[in-house]
């Protein structure tokens, strides 16, 4: 079960679209397994609907209406998700799978110390997305948090001063964080971490937010 949630900052920044893509992509990831989060955006997304009913409305030239109908009868509609290719690891979400490739076991690791390992994905400049092999029983070695991190676990769980981590569970890092996680003895863990530009944490959320607010 999952106890460990992202900040409501990032939810709602996540339904206004305001989030470089490697946070992005560890939302997305966290609400494929977590049922609370997914409604709660669903009510930040509401809310932005509701906000746009009350825009006035900029006039849709004619042709602009023929290329939409034509991507919406040649494209998949929202909320269809059969497009999407289907994970073939059961660890690996489906948001995930576009960036990893079909399987976990195939990531191709690169040695970072202490046997841990690291997998950085392709996104957008802004933030940065790794995966993390950690084997069971090990600390991570000390990484410094000069910006904000979120940690998603994908397999097996890790322990910290905040808690206990397991599948689906996000950790929230700040510069004022400090802890050495270790991972479950019982099982290697593998999780997705995002961090952001290091210097420009002090306005990150504030940031991320306001384009929603000025909606
Ligand atoms: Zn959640």
């Given at each position: 079960m999952i106890t460990h949630h992202p900040t409501p900052d990032f939810l709602m920044a996540y339904s206004a679209g305001s989030l470089p893509e490697a946070f992005d992509l560890i939302v997305a990831t966290h609400l494929s397994l977590c049922d609370t989060c997914r409604a709660e955006v669903g009510s930040y997304d509401a809310l932005g609907g509701a906000l746009l009913d009350t825009t006035a409305a900029a006039e849709l030239t004619g042709s602009g209406i023929d290329r939409l109908l034509t991507g919406i009868t040649s494209d998949r509609l929202?909320?269809?998700?059969?497009a999407a290719p289907p994970s073939?690891?059961?660890?690996?979400p489906v948001p995930l799978a576009a960036y990893?490739?079909?399987?976990?076991?195939?990531v191709r690791w690169r040695p970072v110390g202490m046997g841990v390992k690291q997998a950085i994905l392709p996104t957008a400049p802004g933030a940065t997305a790794r995966l993390l092999f950690i084997p069971a029983g090990t600390a991570v070695p000390d990484h410094g948090h000069r910006g904000t991190e979120l940690t998603l676990v994908l397999r097996g769980a890790f322990e910290d001063c905040g808690g206990r981590f397991a599948r689906g569970d996000v950790e929230l890092a700040t510069p004022e964080t400090d802890h050495m996680p270790i991972a479950d003895i019982t099982e290697d863990c593998i999780c997705l971490a995002v961090t952001d530009a290091p210097l420009r944490f002090k306005g990150l959320l504030p940031r991320l937010v306001q384009p929603f607010l000025k909606i």
């Amino acid at each position: 079960m999952i106890t460990h949630h992202p900040t409501p900052d990032f939810l709602m920044a996540y339904s206004a679209g305001s989030l470089p893509e490697a946070f992005d992509l560890i939302v997305a990831t966290h609400l494929s397994l977590c049922d609370t989060c997914r409604a709660e955006v669903g009510s930040y997304d509401a809310l932005g609907g509701a906000l746009l009913d009350t825009t006035a409305a900029a006039e849709l030239t004619g042709s602009g209406i023929d290329r939409l109908l034509t991507g919406i009868t040649s494209d998949r509609l929202p909320g269809d998700d059969s497009a999407a290719p289907p994970s073939a690891d059961p660890d690996l979400p489906v948001p995930l799978a576009a960036y990893v490739g079909a399987r976990l076991k195939d990531v191709r690791w690169r040695p970072v110390g202490m046997g841990v390992k690291q997998a950085i994905l392709p996104t957008a400049p802004g933030a940065t997305a790794r995966l993390l092999f950690i084997p069971a029983g090990t600390a991570v070695p000390d990484h410094g948090h000069r910006g904000t991190e979120l940690t998603l676990v994908l397999r097996g769980a890790f322990e910290d001063c905040g808690g206990r981590f397991a599948r689906g569970d996000v950790e929230l890092a700040t510069p004022e964080t400090d802890h050495m996680p270790i991972a479950d003895i019982t099982e290697d863990c593998i999780c997705l971490a995002v961090t952001d530009a290091p210097l420009r944490f002090k306005g990150l959320l504030p940031r991320l937010v306001q384009p929603f607010l000025k909606i």
